[in-house]
């Protein structure tokens, strides 16, 4: 049933362009070239306003990590990460200048992903459930059958880095990361 849901599932093109531009960064592009044969993908180039089979990024992600050893959620938290600066400047008219990590995790489902499906109705992000536990800590409660909370775990560390606060903010798994359900705690330190 779940490898079912994976191969009707069709992800945003972005996410496509953004793993090649994070490849490319990281590797070089023959690199790129290589997983997308390795990982048996010969359609033309990704494309930013069309959607793609989830299982591609899947195999994809999948070939870098036998090819690079590096563990796939490892791998997908490093490209969340690199995603930041890109998402903050897209959406940079949904956030408030004040805004900082904390108000950033906590305005995520209603401002920046609320606005990516008023954009582009195909787009279907993950929903993230964001509680507050009181001033310094943050549930977030990411549900998604493409079980790619590695990600969202990289754009939370990746927001502290931009707005200089990774010394600050404490990022933990309470679930296992691989899941379609994963609770994430957020602890800001002072």
């Known amino acids: 049933m779940e490898d079912n849901i994976i191969h009707k599932d069709r992800m945003h093109?972005?996410?496509?362009?953004?793993?090649?531009?994070?490849?490319?960064?990281?590797?070089?592009?023959?690199?790129?070239?290589?997983?997308?044969?390795?990982?048996g993908i010969k359609h033309a180039p990704y494309q930013m306003d069309e959607t793609y089979p989830t299982g591609e990024i899947a195999a994809i992600v999948g070939k870098a990590s036998e090819l690079m050893?590096?563990?796939?959620?490892?791998?997908?938290?490093?490209?969340?990460?690199?995603?930041?600066?890109?998402?903050?400047?897209?959406y940079k008219k949904h956030m408030r200048p004040e805004w900082r990590t904390y108000d950033m995790l906590l305005n995520t489902e209603a401002a920046m992903h609320a606005a990516v499906r008023e954009k582009d109705s195909?787009?279907?992000?993950?929903?993230?459930?964001?509680?507050?536990?009181?001033?310094?800590?943050?549930?977030?409660?990411?549900?998604?059958?493409?079980?790619?909370?590695?990600v969202a775990v990289g754009i939370i560390k990746g927001i502290?880095?931009?707005?200089?606060?990774?010394?600050?903010?404490?990022?933990?798994?309470?679930?296992?990361?691989?899941?379609?359900?994963?609770?994430?705690?957020?602890?800001?330190?002072l």
């Open 13 to 39: 093109g972005s996410i496509f362009v953004l793993l090649k531009r994070f490849v490319e960064s990281l590797y070089g592009y023959s690199t790129w070239v290589n997983l997308l044969e390795a990982a």
């Open 69 to 90: 050893r590096v563990p796939p959620h490892q791998l997908m938290e490093q490209y969340g990460e690199s995603l930041v600066p890109d998402l903050l400047l897209v």
């Open 122 to 150: 195909r787009a279907t992000p993950p929903l993230l459930l964001v509680t507050k536990k009181g001033s310094r800590q943050l549930i977030v409660d990411y549900h998604s059958k493409r079980r790619m909370a590695a």
């Open 160 to 189: 502290a880095k931009y707005y200089d606060e990774s010394d600050k903010v404490e990022v933990t798994l309470l679930t296992p990361v691989g899941e379609e359900r994963v609770q994430i705690s957020v602890d800001f330190l």
